[in-house]
């Protein structure tokens, strides 16, 4: 490797004193613009290299954020970091990110990991199997902000931002039976995520309010793949009698819900309605088209990261203590998957 | 923000002696196992950080290695990504990732920051306009390795890790051929980008292999998002006499093009057989399914962190800049929605 550029290098080679190059690169108001441009070119040319990591040291922040999510490749998952990484490059902020994997061990070690590394504040999509959040007493004792997204921990005082999960799985509910379904399946993925616990309040509540008993029977847990489709249609058919109406916690697994059950001749919406989650380009391609919920990924993100810098930059240090909860709007999406009724869509 | 918590404090709080505190903390065998496990928990209770911070600025590396990628938001990219993470969290590295958004400037600015932070290596997807690399010299200059991934700098000295595009190109164009379409279209994108041009490339290749002659008439410019199928169905309708076969460079848009061409009553792949590129879960769910080529992501990203790392820990320094190419075996499915000739197939 090199020697390290330093401004003495630099001042060397232009003929002019190391205080001047200092100040020009530090767009110190005494150094004319021309001569500016000269030290720039020449830091360029010579490979210089701002010291950042010496003054983060200095200042005890690194500029750094840290993310961790429970997978890399997931549709939602990545439209949230599009939206933070946004937000944070334009704000000046690199993005740390790793995955749990679903791990609650692999959560604690990259928190463990970001800790070292000086995170300047760390957001978080919790996996699967976390029930506990010490591992972010270390952030919390630091002062380092940490904010929770999508996955969150009710018992911090972390904020989190969510949309109305209870909300969009009532309203996805009541749609099917506005839509004369009487006999509902739910299929959703691990309860100890707050999402998927959240939809199942909000389908119970909506069969409640509307006379309809709520049975353990019709309800599905899954991984929520594209594999889990064909095995969820078995056991629909499998029901006696079979269920006029589906809602299936997400669109991947809703669409291959519906091909299996077409390959098996039921006729979708006729025979059993159908409805999704997250707007997924799948949720569109899919025939007929799914009824889901959009779930506004992207904005997520921004928001997410919006407050987290907010916080940062903001010496009262009061913006997130104050707010345990940003909840963004939802909406479900109306299309032929689950309209028995046509003429009342 | 508190006070940092030394070995002192630790040493302190336990009655023993900074020495032994700092043996214990980076695993010395002259530090018993029982005072080992006690001085591990007062350090994890009183929130120690081990200071990698300071160490890393005396090591001059970070142990954090950047990725510039054109959209975070991207099936396939976020795939790479989940296989890059699995592959340096496994090895102690961090990630820091940005997106161009298929910006020049933006890959320009993001890879300076990079530099400034001092990043041990660098992987890059380049954006759809660049067509310089010399944003990358001063990591050259630096002896800070940089690796190309999917979309690749032809003119640098750096490794790309890439599939044979116009080998994948050729192969589908083939396919098609082999079928019986006498007229195929290709939909592309941005021929400054390599995979697109490579597997152009492929497509002329293939139909003057089999005595077809090739138009330009019959190569179609697009976005290639899932808004671009209708226009594209609408052009390939308004051809005279209309294609038999249709070549679309990634599936969201394929199966866009599928959906807007069986709206008008055309029959897939009756009238006109259809291949994609990417085998993204869409091309499992549309109907008829799609035929496509495999293209593995998350191997690709495993791949080129892998390589990246070992040319890190190399005293030898040699490992990259002996390979200019590491070629990824891809592969084309074939499914229903090309196949005119279901005997054959």
Request: a neutral charge.
């Amino acid at each position: 490797m090199n020697k390290e550029i330093t401004i003495y290098d630099i001042a060397k080679d232009l003929g002019v004193s190391p205080t001047t190059v200092s100040r020009a690169l530090n767009d110190h108001p005494a150094v004319n613009t021309k001569t500016k441009q000269r030290i720039f070119e020449a830091a360029d040319q010579m490979g210089y290299r701002s010291n950042v990591f010496a003054s983060n040291l200095r200042r005890k922040s690194t500029n750094n954020i840290g993310i961790i999510v429970p997978r890399l490749n997931s549709s939602f998952q990545s439209s949230v970091l599009a939206g933070m990484e946004k937000v944070a490059n334009e704000a000046g902020f690199n993005l740390i990110i790793s995955q749990s994997l679903e791990s609650y061990e692999k959560e604690k070690a990259n928190a463990r990991s970001m800790f070292n590394s000086r995170v300047d504040g760390l957001l978080v999509s919790l996996a699967g199997n976390t029930e506990k959040t010490e591992h972010f007493q270390a952030f919390m004792d630091k002062g380092i902000p940490v904010l929770f997204f999508d996955r969150v921990a009710s018992q911090t005082g972390c904020t989190g931002v969510i949309i109305d999960n209870r909300q969009a799985g009532y309203n996805a509910t009541k749609h099917l039976i506005q839509q004369g379904c009487k006999h509902i399946v739910h299929v959703l993925g691990n309860l100890n995520i707050n999402v998927y616990a959240e939809r199942l309040k909000g389908y119970k509540y909506a069969l409640m309010d509307h006379d309809i008993a709520f049975s353990q029977d019709n309800v599905i847990h899954s991984d929520l793949n594209e594999e889990a489709g064909e095995d969820i249609a078995k056991k629909i058919m499998a029901m006696k009698p079979m269920p006029d109406g589906l809602f299936v916690s997400n669109d991947a697994c809703a669409a291959s819900c519906i091909r299996s059950l077409k390959q098996a001749g039921i006729a979708i919406p006729g025979d059993i309605a159908v409805v999704g989650f997250n707007n997924d380009v799948i949720s569109r391609l899919i025939e007929p088209n799914l009824t889901t919920t959009h779930y506004p990924g992207y904005e997520m993100g921004e928001v997410a990261m919006k407050n987290l810098i907010n916080h940062l930059s903001d010496s009262t240090e009061g913006v997130l203590q104050n707010t345990n909860t940003i909840t963004l709007r939802s909406e479900l999406i109306i299309r032929d998957s689950s309209l028995k009724k046509k003429s009342e869509a």
